[in-house]
């Protein structure tokens, strides 16, 4: 059986346990999510040299636009992917020809004659980034339970920590020693690997048709193709069933449906055929819905449109400082771009820890005290990076704010998923395709606005820093009041003014309706 057996229904493909497994589905993920980063990040060092070499002018101001054009791909293209993803039942593929392009969009930035050349394959990059942002995270949230949502999602961003770590030091390590193409080279090398492993993948939908559910690993995987000659005597039970997101366009009502058999019929009739009746999850079956609809359905949402506002932010944020940090270190402590890059460095060794553990926590508590939590850890440290005295101060200071920012992405992507799984007609993608829009107008302002008042203002470090925790406050604001099915807020209510208690929250009533959803089959 080749890596092309999921698309074939006659044969069980090989591996369907590991290859559609939750912890597979999550390493894939989040290596293309490392991949993604470095890819981004690897050509950053050496764009001026390759300018210049080129007889160009102004090398920074290019340099800059070709960062945008990147931005402007994943931004365009992330609506008509988010809409194909839901209309069409797969992530495999998608994921597949984005890296293709992905590929293709190193060759020809290696081979480029000339700028026209470079930006159009910057273009191309993002619109690969896109897929991997929305059809990775939709896939991911697609197999695994919703209990654990948040710890492997935490788990697979730790991928963009990692692909900032590796790419930056490699692409001007590799530079410096072989010269412009041995940077692209090894993001090529590095986009291989995650090929071979996309093409490993096996979507839940394709397990299910076979008996057995990654979420629900005690499942039976039949051994023979469900066709109508082949009728095997099998045992399901207490199979859930998830409640349907991104399908129809009402909610469903509760179902609670046993099939016993009658133990005194003859064998063949105790043997459950399963050619017309396969183990399909409603919340992989996916009817078209129009954009309007899911732009109406969004904007309807509290919760939905503050995640996005914080994921906007995170964005804004992190992007605002990339011109600005480099310059300020040389200014105050003379810092040449080696000792800036260790300064980057302790920024990101922290998101490496902050992602995952924030994960693991949003399961256990939710994501409305994770999220409060990071955002106020993190608003002191940009008031202590705007002092001059102490360098290890500062550094450790842009460490801490690394650790407390980046533990919001993974509360921000579970409460996505969450509302996906709470709102009729909308799917994963469609949550995916609107963060992903949202982060990348962020990282496509941010460096312009960072950039200009940097230069424009007298004090440019201290007004950025001061920009950026008056977000963190509106974000803190925004969280207390509306994340989470029983935001903080309406649990202080309900605490000092008992009153509140009599009014249950929509989102609990929403929760407590699919907790009580399943289907018992048994033979």
Not at 274 to 279: L, V
Not at 333 to 348: E, I, K, M, Q
Not at 470 to 494: E, M
Request: with cysteine.
């Amino acid at each position: 059986m080749g890596l092309w057996t999921p698309f074939s229904s006659n044969r069980k493909p090989r591996g369907l346990r590991w290859r559609s497994s939750v912890w597979f589905i999550t390493t894939v993920v989040g290596f293309g999510i490392t991949t993604d980063l470095l890819v981004y990040s690897i050509i950053i060092p050496v764009l001026p040299f390759q300018l210049e070499r080129l007889s160009y002018h102004k090398v920074s101001s290019l340099t800059g636009w070709l960062l945008c054009a990147y931005s402007a791909g994943l931004v365009l293209s992330t609506i008509p992917i988010a809409m194909h993803s839901e209309r069409y039942s797969m992530r495999r593929m998608p994921l597949i020809i984005g890296l293709l392009a992905l590929i293709a969009s190193q060759v020809m930035f290696m081979e480029a004659p000339n700028y026209a050349v470079m930006a159009v394959a910057r273009v191309l990059q993002g619109i690969s980034s896109s897929m991997v942002w929305i059809v990775g995270l939709a896939l991911l949230c697609d197999t695994t339970p919703e209990k654990n949502v948040g710890r492997q999602l935490g788990i697979a961003m730790t991928g963009l920590s990692v692909g900032l770590l590796v790419g930056s030091p490699a692409g001007g390590a590799l530079y410096t020693r072989f010269g412009f193409r041995a940077p692209f080279i090894f993001a090529s090398l590095c986009a291989v690997v995650d090929l071979f492993l996309r093409l490993l993948i096996i979507e839940r939908d394709v397990a299910l048709r076979w008996g057995y559910d990654p979420s629900e690993p005690t499942a039976v995987v039949m051994t023979e193709a469900p066709d109508a000659s082949s009728t095997p005597d099998i045992q399901l039970t207490s199979i859930p069933i998830a409640h349907v997101h991104g399908s129809t366009d009402i909610e469903t009502n509760e179902v609670e449906e046993t099939i016993v058999s009658d133990k005194f019929e003859p064998p063949k009739a105790q043997k459950l055929s399963i050619a017309h009746q396969p183990i399909i999850d409603p919340t992989l079956v996916r009817k078209p819905t129009p954009l309007l609809s899911v732009v109406i359905r969004l904007s309807q949402s509290p919760r939905a449109l503050v995640a996005l506002t914080m994921s906007f932010v995170y964005g804004l944020v992190q992007s605002m400082q990339e011109p600005s940090l480099p310059l300020h270190l040389q200014s105050v402590w003379n810092f040449n771009s080696d000792r800036v890059g260790l300064a980057y460095l302790a920024a990101v060794l922290p998101a490496l820890i902050s992602s995952p553990l924030a994960g693991y926590y949003v399961d256990q508590v939710g994501s409305d005290y994770i999220t409060c939590i990071c955002l106020l850890l993190a608003l002191p440290w940009w008031i202590i990076m705007t002092l001059r005295q102490s360098l290890p101060l500062f550094i450790f200071s842009l460490a801490a704010q690394s650790f407390f920012v980046s533990g919001v992405v993974a509360p921000v992507t579970t409460e996505l998923a969450s509302v996906s799984r709470k709102m009729a007609g909308v799917g994963y993608a469609h949550v995916y395709g609107a963060f992903n829009l949202a982060f990348g107008i962020g990282t496509a302002v941010g460096p312009v606005i960072g950039g200009q008042i940097y230069d424009r203002a007298r004090h440019g470090w201290t007004a950025l820093c001061c920009i950026t925790a008056a977000l963190i406050v509106i974000c803190v604001t925004l969280a207390f009041c509306y994340t989470g099915a029983n935001p903080l807020l309406a649990k202080v209510l309900r605490h000092h003014y008992p009153i509140y208690a009599i009014r249950k929250n929509p989102d609990e009533e929403s929760s407590s309706t699919d907790d009580t959803s399943r289907t018992h089959i048994a033979s």
